[in-house]
């Protein structure tokens, strides 16, 4: 590990401010208030002028509950996020409704912006920057991104948190945890869906992203990772800048192109849309099998064609964190599905995760019922590599023994479901789970020995 890495680590470590979640006081309930109302009324509003029948009821009803998200700021607009990156577990209405969400939001004034990095870095801004653009390159729900350039020249970007945003959310998070337990108490369906557990993770990942230097640190990481084996030079991550960086502040390299999802801009301009998202794919796959640190937000707005030719993968603020038992299981997953067709050892490492039973048989025997379950998943086109259907698959192996879902599964499908629209448009009839390019750093001899047998060419890079 360089000394880089080693400094990122320590700065990383400066613990975040942790205020309890269970806390429900004046402040907690004066927003407990607000939240019913807002949401009400907008419901309301939206139901009583939307027109009769049940269609456009409901399609009423997810229109009010964005209007409500909007208003009530930062934490409902990330939940919409949320809705809207996970349109199989909610209904089609209200994710719809909520892709609103994923739209920049008015900027903050660059008076606040320079407070911010001053009071975090602890220096005027006329000494940190030889140029500061206080008009912001694009606002969200949590920051905002001024172009600026370091006093040694180099051209950079600085993410400053919007004012006062942790308190709100996590004042947002303690009503949340209040309703969730009065709902848990009232309604078998909160109590399945785990609604206080699933209000402590989306805590845990606020109170995470709410401090910019783990941010910094994903990123750091994800940038050093993606050159573990000396290829990948089609893909960059953004170098941060660990000096002008702090618990509110990012500072990094700047990037200049245009979003993945531009796709007549992006045909037109680059020779081989197709080697482009394999070549992001690649890198992604590697992040999750090899390293187990992967990007969980690939949304277009992420993923940047540049006007070098290269993709670029930005926004470190969400990742998963794939434990050496899962990515056993996922790299077994791909070797059957690119390699041999063995499912064994994907039997063996499940039952390493305890999602399957002493008496269920052995190996072999499981081996072939995930060939029968999975094959077909996973040797179609990628619009077929339905991450959720495995998921949901594999808990029915591990349900008689009340094994909880996979959930670092759950969020890589996400990811690939990202892929999958990007794929759609710019590599049609690709094919994943049979592409032996993605896996070259993770089968090498298996690779190049199936490349050679089959007469494929594989890119250089």
């Known amino acids: 590990m360089t000394a880089a890495a080693v400094d990122t680590e320590e700065q990383a470590a400066a613990a975040p401010l942790r205020p309890a979640l269970e806390k429900f006081g004046f402040a907690e309930f004066r927003r407990t208030a607000v939240i019913g109302a807002v949401l009400g009324g907008s419901v309301t509003r939206r139901v009583l002028t939307g027109g009769f029948g049940r269609r456009k009821r409901r399609l009423a009803m997810a229109d009010g509950m964005v209007d409500g998200f909007e208003v009530l700021g930062p934490m409902f607009v990330k939940l919409g996020q949320l809705i809207a990156s996970s349109p199989g577990a909610f209904p089609r209405e209200l994710a719809d409704a909520c892709l609103r969400c994923l739209d920049d939001v008015p900027p903050f004034p660059a008076v606040d912006a320079r407070a911010i990095i001053e009071a975090d870095l602890g220096k005027p801004i006329t000494e940190l920057f030889g140029e500061f653009d206080d008009i912001p390159l694009s606002a969200a729900s949590v920051a905002q991104v001024h172009g600026c350039m370091l006093v040694d020249g180099r051209p950079a970007v600085v993410k400053v948190q919007r004012p006062d945003i942790a308190r709100r959310m996590i004042v947002d998070l303690r009503a949340a945890f209040r309703l969730a337990r009065l709902m848990e108490k009232r309604s078998e369906n909160a ?91 690649k890198v992604w796959v590697e992040s999750v099998v090899v390293h187990g640190l992967f990007h969980g937000d690939v949304h277009a707005g992420n993923l940047w064609l540049l006007e070098d030719g290269r993709a670029a993968m930005l926004d470190f603020g969400i990742v998963g964190k794939m434990t050496p038992q899962w990515r056993e299981f996922v790299r077994a997953l791909f070797h059957a599905s690119a390699i041999d067709g063995d499912f064994r050892p ?116």
Request: glycine letters at 8%.
């Open 191 to 281: 109590r399945v869906a785990n609604a206080e557990g699933m209000v402590r993770d989306l805590y845990e990942t606020t109170v995470a992203e709410l401090d910019f230097r783990n941010e910094a640190d994903n990123q750091t990481r994800a940038r050093a990772n993606l050159r573990a084996f000396g290829d990948n030079s089609g893909v960059v991550v953004p170098e941060v800048f660990w000096d002008y960086s702090g618990p509110r502040v990012l500072c990094m390299e700047r990037m200049r192109g245009m979003p993945l999802d531009r796709f007549d801009d992006i045909r037109a301009v680059h020779p081989d849309p197709e080697l482009l998202i394999r070549r992001l794919v």
């Open 346 to 461: 994907v039997a063996r490492a499940l039952r390493e995760l305890d999602l399957v039973e002493g008496d269920s048989g052995d190996d072999a025997t499981i081996g072939r019922q995930l060939a029968t379950a999975l094959a077909p998943v996973l040797s179609g086109k990628l619009a077929q590599l339905d991450m959720g259907k495995v998921a949901a698959r594999l808990v029915e192996f591990g349900k008689r023994r009340g094994a909880f879902g996979p959930e670092q599964l759950i969020l890589m499908g996400k990811q690939l479901g990202y892929f999958e629209r990007y794929a759609v448009a710019l590599a049609p009839g690709w094919r994943l789970g049979q592409d032996l390019f993605l896996f070259r750093n993770v089968f090498p001899a298996d690779v190049a020995a199936k490349a050679a047998a089959t007469g494929t060419e594989l890119p250089a890079d």
